[in-house]
């Protein structure tokens, strides 16, 4: 925090505060502690990890997406 000289915004929570600062190295961490267990998988397995995850965020996203259309319409129809 010292490069940016900057003061999160008082309405936040006592804890985004705190981890306001150290957000980056956190994010450095995980990521580095992530790559670290990839490495040491067969290459095969984190292959379909990653690719079970791009396609199963699209896939919950979309069903959410027409559980709420259906949802509206529901609504819409009986108004």
Known sequence: MVERNYEP???WMDWEK???TSYDSLICQVMGFLQSQMMNTRPSLALGIVILVLFSVPTSSAM???H???LAKGLFINY
């Open 64 to 66: 959410l997406f027409f």
């Open 9 to 11: 915004p008082s309405h």
């Open 18 to 20: 705190k981890y306001y």
């Open 68 to 70: 709420f259309l259906g």
